[in-house]
């Protein structure tokens, strides 16, 4: 397989100030950039995937960031600008008086080839789910498909475009999406209301949709599925298993909901009478994983799949990769759900006390103020420098309503994400009040699974049942599944707030 990639890197660098493009034209590794960061009172940086680089001894000033605005497209409600018939971005950064004090310069590529990973499940009709990490390269196999299906394939394509992400800045959309006609979305709270409006408007046989990422989202994803449109969008996610489990956008899959069997349906399954099924009929009928750049994971059919995870069993998946003579090779794969691999007991200890200490990453937040309130509430916490290494993203609400990418990001890696009203001492001891108030419901889920852990080896040493501690609905069922998975049963008894499980051997 081929690849060829555009880049219009002319374009980015002559919105640029002359003392950032300059150097900029001089890097070996310029067609590897990956945007270009302008902090006002601060040397200019061009970021790599491997490294930075200083561009100037100078500082941006004010005069420096209004000649990049001056050059682009207005900004919308989620501060991104771009420029026309181009797909790269610029994200602004505004000071509490609405000013421009910083600019990130995103490349935007359009890779043509990477389709091809897909082409035969386009090509059958069928609606597609892409999962996968940020920047893995789903919004670029999203444009590759609007052309197949608009140019290849003749079909009526809409692009339901949420910041210009799909097909670039302007009026008119960047040639990489074919003959697929784009719609574009005011702010992002929009999308699922230009989602229908695509379908009852303009007659489309396949809409292009990016990050699905709400109820209201997920709800208009059934109504196009359901009036036979082809659907094809990424959602927030990056396996299966991660969205079977998400209670916001599990009905993608079809949705997930506890059944109780009868005594005898439930000797003949061999299972416990409470147990997990899919609800409906998925929204998507197959589910693609982006794994890296040369390689996918295809679940083909996405209802099979899903009955298979919540029976317990191993998963069958198709895996394709490119290989070193860029010839597209397919194997059939098994995979354990996560939530039934048998991981050491030690290693779930270990992974319970690494979390122990929030580690918090904070964007437009008072760190001292944040640091003071902890030492009132004796609360400990760590404030950490990146995404990667955070449990807890905080941003104050002038900021979060904007949507800026860092946001963008916390919400896709499924970072719990905290919002403060203001910068004041008062917002940050709620917030920790909050904040450990969760973490307490959360230790509460970990001790409720040991003890189910403990009462299943008590079980399987003999002791005819065991009786767990009252919980809730949703700690119910995870102690039903482990049961289950040991090959015991399991009921709840009582009622609520006193309803608890008790597990047995299967007679």
Not at 64 to 82: C, K, Q
Request: with cysteine; aromatic share 4%.
């Amino acid at each position: 397989m081929q690849r060829r990639i555009v880049d219009d890197l002319d374009a980015l660098l002559g919105i640029l100030p002359p003392f950032v493009s300059e150097p900029l034209r001089h890097q070996e590794d310029l067609t590897d950039l990956l945007e270009v960061v302008m902090d006002l009172g601060r040397p200019p940086e061009a970021r790599f995937p491997t490294h930075e680089v200083v561009l100037s001894e100078k500082e941006v000033v004010q005069q420096d960031l209004e000649y990049v605005a001056s050059r682009i497209g207005a900004f919308g409600d989620d501060n991104r600008a771009g420029i026309e018939r181009t797909l790269h971005r610029i994200s602004a950064i505004r000071n509490r008086r609405g000013q421009i004090v910083g600019l990130t310069c995103r490349v935007g590529r359009a890779v043509y080839g990477t389709v091809k990973f897909i082409e035969d499940l386009v090509q059958s009709g069928k609606s597609i789910l892409l999962l996968g990490r940020p920047g893995i390269g789903k919004t670029t196999m999203l444009r590759e498909v609007a052309r197949v299906l608009g140019d290849e394939l003749k079909k009526r394509v809409v692009v339901v475009d949420t910041s210009n992400e799909i097909a670039g800045d302007g009026d008119i959309p960047h040639p990489a999406i074919g003959h697929a006609r784009r719609m574009q979305v005011p702010t992002p709270t929009m999308q699922h209301a230009v989602m229908i409006e695509a379908v009852e408007n303009h007659m489309p046989q396949a809409i292009i949709i990016d990050e699905i990422g709400t109820e209201l989202e997920a709800a208009a994803a059934r109504t196009i599925a359901e009036r036979g449109v082809q659907l094809v969008g990424t959602a927030h996610g990056n396996t299966l298993e991660n969205l079977i489990l998400n209670p916001t956008l599990s009905d993608l899959v079809g949705g997930v909901q506890t059944v109780t069997l009868g005594d005898e349906e439930a000797r003949h399954r061999g299972t416990q009478k409470s147990i997990l099924e899919r609800k409906a009929p998925p929204t998507f009928d197959v589910v693609v994983e982006i794994q890296d750049f040369n390689r996918v994971a295809v679940h083909a059919d996405v209802s099979e799949a899903v009955d298979v995870f919540l029976r317990g069993q191993p998963v069958a998946r198709e895996a394709r990769w490119m290989d070193e003579d860029g010839a597209l090779r397919k194997k059939e794969e098994k995979v354990l759900p996560f939530a039934t691999s048998e991981e050491p007991l030690l290693k779930r200890k270990e992974a319970r006390e690494n979390v122990a200490v929030p580690r918090i990453y904070i964007f437009g937040i008072n760190r001292a103020k944040l640091e003071q309130a902890a030492r009132e509430r004796q609360s400990e916490i760590r404030i950490v420098p990146g995404l990667k290494e955070a449990t807890v993203f905080v941003t104050c609400k002038a900021y979060y309503r904007r949507k800026p990418q860092v946001v963008r990001d916390a919400e896709l890696a499924g970072i719990p994400v905290y919002v403060l009203k203001n910068n004041t001492i008062g917002e940050m001891r709620q917030f920790l009040d909050s904040l450990y108030s969760n973490r307490r419901r959360i230790d509460d889920v970990g001790v409720a699974l040991k003890e189910a852990e403990e009462a299943i080896a008590q079980v399987m040493n003999g002791t005819e049942s065991v009786q767990l501690n009252p919980r809730s609905s949703y700690v119910r069922r995870l102690q039903h599944l482990m049961a289950e998975r040991s090959n015991l049963a399991s009921r709840s008894t009582g009622r609520d707030p006193q309803r608890r499980v008790e597990i047995f051997r299967v007679i």
